[in-house]
């Protein structure tokens, strides 16, 4: 039986080939029936793209995989906590649970006073929080330097 720091770990392998190819490092999986049916990380730079979030690009992989657009059966896991504009798209979605690491507490969902998640989606946070947070944080330093 996998468990939620597997798909977590799977998440952070997304994030690191972000890191490398000097994105923001976020990575996203889709779970359904305990099995991966999409990977994605953040691709802004690459695609021109504002919208082009792991998040983002995981449910568009994961309804291609199912063949419908909604993912009532399936669990996100992603590295950092959704910001608004993944929440709508996760919303739209009725994705079944959101598992995120790091909060992000100026761009998170969390911060908005709407619930912006379907009103049955479950949310877990902190799954390899650390994690997710120390790549983020070397980032922004490698940035920075």
Same mark, same amino acid.
């Given at each position: 039986?996998?468990?939620? +720091? *597997?798909?977590?770990? =799977?998440? /952070?392998?997304?994030?690191?080939?972000?890191?490398?190819?000097?994105? @923001?490092?976020?990575? !996203?999986?889709?779970?359904?029936?305990?099995?991966?049916?999409?990977? +994605? *990380?953040?691709?802004? =730079?690459? /695609?021109?793209?504002?919208?082009?979030?792991?998040?983002?690009?995981? @449910?568009?992989?994961? !309804?291609?995989?199912?063949?419908?657009?909604?993912?009532?059966?399936?669990?996100?896991?992603?590295?950092?906590?959704?910001?608004?504009?993944?929440?709508?798209?996760?919303?739209?979605?009725?994705?079944?649970?959101?598992?995120?690491?790091?909060?992000?507490?100026?761009?998170?969902?969390?911060?908005?006073?709407?619930?912006?998640?379907?009103?049955?989606?479950?949310?877990?946070?902190?799954?390899?929080?650390?994690?997710?947070?120390?790549?983020?944080?070397?980032?922004?330093?490698?940035?920075?330097?």
């Amino acid at each position: 039986m996998y468990t939620d +720091a *597997y798909f977590m770990n =799977e998440a /952070l392998k997304q994030a690191k080939i972000a890191f490398k190819e000097n994105e @923001i490092p976020v990575g !996203a999986v889709v779970v359904c029936r305990n099995k991966v049916i999409a990977r +994605a *990380y953040n691709q802004t =730079e690459r /695609l021109t793209d504002v919208t082009a979030h792991a998040e983002m690009l995981a @449910i568009t992989s994961a !309804a291609n995989a199912l063949g419908a657009k909604y993912l009532t059966e399936c669990k996100l896991y992603v590295t950092l906590e959704p910001c608004n504009m993944c929440a709508g798209a996760l919303f739209w979605s009725q994705i079944g649970e959101i598992h995120f690491g790091a909060t992000d507490p100026k761009r998170g969902y969390s911060n908005n006073p709407v619930n912006l998640l379907h009103p049955k989606t479950k949310v877990f946070k902190g799954v390899m929080a650390q994690e997710a947070k120390d790549l983020l944080d070397l980032f922004f330093k490698k940035l920075r330097n």
